[in-house]
């Protein structure tokens, strides 16, 4: 998920999951940078339904209309769409988040917390960027799941929950009964399975 790159494969899978789903679809990133390089992929693979990407000069209330009134629309959010917006039913049926939300070390409360945390002898990725991360994943999930009869799917592409220790801790904290790691190649057969069920 930090490789340059990144954006290319994302985009594959984003465009995959329009074209065999054709449901409504938001993608919620962590940089602006990795948004605007998915949206390129996207351009590139033509994509049908209409992208919508923040920071291109809409204001998040104007993406969200357009969005509800799309068929198959795909919302690229970043910052404020993690959370404060709400998409019930099949007004957003497919969540997609390509990196575990990890604070940014750089930034200036981050680093003073961080340090903070240093001077008192804590960790500060157990105490700070981990719990951070886990309730920025359930608020992204939240755009998703926000009432009981409300369904869809999520995908995580951060290869990083099949492989380092916390990846249970940030799984368990998901509004899902079923969670099935699978490869890129899967995602989105397995995804669309969920729809035909």
Known sequence: ???DGFGAPVGDIVAALAARIAR???VLFTSYRLC???AGALERAGVAGPVLVQGAGESREALSARFRRSASGILLGVASFWEGVDFPGEELEVLVIPKIP???PSEPIVET???RLAALGEEAFGKLFLPEAILRMR???GRLIRR???RGVIVILD???GTRPYAGEVLSSLPSSTIEHVSAGECVERAARCFSA
């Open 102 to 104: 990890f604070p940014v």
């Open 1 to 3: 998920p930090n490789d």
């Open 24 to 26: 409504r679809t938001m």
């Open 159 to 161: 290869s990083r929950l």
């Open 113 to 115: 917390r961080a340090e």
């Open 139 to 141: 608020q992204g999930a």
């Open 36 to 38: 605007f390089s998915v």
């Open 148 to 150: 009981m009869n409300d």
